[in-house]
């Protein structure tokens, strides 16, 4: 496969997830010192590795990621600080570098203490088959899931003077399952020079509008983390650097929509366009309060054209907006304008909801010129089977 | 039944729900004009009677309150609001009073408009059943139903020197269904004296406490409204005033309470208190975040003490406070002290959680006094059923 030039990956089954058909380490090495850029969950209790990356990035001499799914270090005290360090000491020693240049992610059960002695014979395994193979990019995407149905992986070329510059990125999605407080992981390597800083505006502003606009159930995991690596083998000109920002930004929507289209039970992926706002913020704050409602969710379960439960979602995003600017379409189909209900044909609506994986809602005001896209996915009977018949 | 001196009251099936067990008009007159307080819904989008009674409130010369239910009159414009004074209009005719001294209360479906000549046929017959005998009220308080599947009544007596005042609450659920925007309503009637700032100021403080301490999915209404009114039959002490209060807010909690104890498909009633926190607002708006978890309420609905959810959503909450200070209590086992997991006998919590209608989730931070309680309910695949099996 294309792996960004510079970059070696793989995973492994260790033992950290009881199934073996599973891996649970991967690990991804640069042969060379690479920029790196992190963003990271904004919840008040956060995972050892996330203390250990945020100190770490951004950084322009960073060798690698080790990777772990099954176990999320995550209030796991002073002991799972040294553990995550123990975790990129053990990496370091593999790629012959210093600690200080692995960065970690774990996600998986909360609450738990890792268990060292499977995971470093595991890295020591997974070292051992690095690669650039398409089984060894599988293997290492395979590497970060817990309840995801299938690994997730967007690749981008772009031709530049001094070659074809690729992108690859890796994510695992929101889903949650049991105590497993799964985690939104991202992954996205380059071999597109960056330099520290523009990695980490770059970074930031792509998951902006990519890992930011999603939500499962609205529940904010402690592990959340997304990492930007280049190996700078290529050097863009200007115009080129524009084409990467873009290839970056386009695989992290890629990426994140992958995220909700995959959240547990999930039968629809619904696409929230909000637009006409004053700002980005308050535009936002609307397609999040209405992809989080519940209401709104069974409503696209149920193939149900529910108007009533998103203008009522939009009224209480703590966002100021006069209910006559209101505009709502849903799957292109005009249902309420100007702060009236319009007749519609429901059953075809309906009809264009049960047929189709997706789901668009289209919500105007007459503010601005602001405008967010925003990923969820529905509420099914099977979200809380997998949620409820669960015990610890 | 022990009515507030001066009110009289009854319910009716009109016609505007199909079943024609179901009461859909419900009337409380007072004898003499009454001192009237409201509390409505801070959504953006608000039905015609929150328009209506919000501006007739506070109030010193109110003579009843109309309530129906089925019909929201929600998201129907300038008609809706005609209808709805066209409805006080109906309802002071029969009182002999004019338009401007009664209220109006609505729930049910939105955006449709009102089957008026239903309603006021409805209107005049309820006004020929007034009372205050048991079913009388009982059937005053079933006309304010939606998706309950009971009414709520809550009663308190205070001795004053005087005589007996009588405090009568009435609340219908904030449960949702198909095109229901269903909606949060409560009424509380007394014949102690207060003036219209005195209930005003009273009505907030009691539902500060109570209606805005609950929630089932989190989707705020476009008709959430509580009236306090007061026949002045006796005038109270300062020591009996304060009776009063007290008597009114706790008749507010215990109807408050029933309403996610009565929660779609509920299995569970959960109170969260959040104690140490440094403000009110900090404690409520973590309980109010965990309460509105998807994964908490799957959590509680499986028997599964996950601390690591509870934990995690206070971590979202956006108050800032430092893990390492969190306790945590589920039906009073420790599971979560200063930051780190207890080891606890996971299946004997379990059950507690599985044979018991209540559970209590008991989060403390150590920033200072401020605290709250607050109500939900857990997360059942019969409540996706319910909000998902239907189709407008």
């Keep these: 496969m294309k792996v960004p030039l510079g970059f070696s990956m793989s995973g492994v089954h260790a033992g950290i997830k009881q199934d073996k058909t599973r891996e649970d380490i991967s690990l991804i090495k640069s042969e060379s010192t690479c920029t790196a850029a992190g963003v990271y969950t904004q919840n008040k209790v956060v995972a050892a590795p996330v203390i250990l990356d945020r100190q770490r990035t951004p950084a322009a001499d960073i060798r690698g990621i080790v990777i772990n ?17 123990e975790m990129a000491r053990l990496a370091a020693a593999e790629f012959g570098a210093n600690p200080e240049q692995v960065l970690v992610l774990s996600t998986g059960i909360i609450g738990e203490p890792m268990p060292m002695p499977t995971i470093a014979a595991g890295i020591k395994t997974v070292a ?22 299938s690994h ?53 502003d792509a998951v902006n509008d990519s890992f930011n606009c999603i939500s499962v159930e609205g529940h904010m995991s402690t592990n959340d983390t997304v990492l930007l ?39 629809h992926l619904i696409q929230v366009d909000v637009s006409g706002c ?44 006069d209910p006559s600017e209101v505009c709502l379409k849903l799957n292109g189909t005009m249902l309420y304008e100007a702060g009236n209900p319009v007749a519609f044909d429901a059953e075809s609506v309906s009809a264009s909801i049960r047929e189709n994986r997706n789901t668009h809602i289209d919500f105007r005001l007459q503010q601005g010129d602001a405008a967010v896209t925003f990923w969820t996915c529905d509420l099914t009977t099977e979200y809380v089977h997998l949620n409820a018949d669960y015990h610890t």
Tied chains: 1, 2.
């Design 69 to 85: 799914s099954g176990n999320a270090n995550a209030c796991t005290g002073e002991q799972g600080e040294q553990d995550a360090e």
């Design 152 to 204: 997730k992986i967007a690749v981008r070329e772009i031709p530049l003077t001094t070659g074809e510059g690729r992108v690859m990125g890796f994510a695992k999605g929101a889903a949650m399952i049991g105590p497993n407080m799964a985690t939104m992981l991202g992954v996205i390597l380059t071999d597109v020079a960056l330099s520290p800083d523009e990695a980490q505006q770059l970074l930031c």
């Design 128 to 149: 051992s088959q690095l690669g650039t193979d398409e089984a060894q990019v599988v293997a290492a995407a395979r590497g970060l899931m817990t309840t995801d149905t």
């Design 278 to 321: 004053r700002t980005r913020n308050e535009a936002h704050q609307i397609a999040r309060t209405i992809a989080d409602s519940a209401l709104v969710k069974t409503a696209v379960t149920g193939a149900d054209p529910n108007w009533g439960r998103i203008v009522s979602a939009a009224g209480y995003a703590k966002v100021d907006f």
């Design 229 to 267: 690596l280049s190996s700078n083998q290529h050097q863009p000109t200007d115009s080129e650097r524009a084409t990467l920002h873009e290839a970056i930004h386009d695989a992290c929507i890629e990426l994140a929509r992958a995220i909700p289209n995959d959240g547990e039970g999930a039968t």
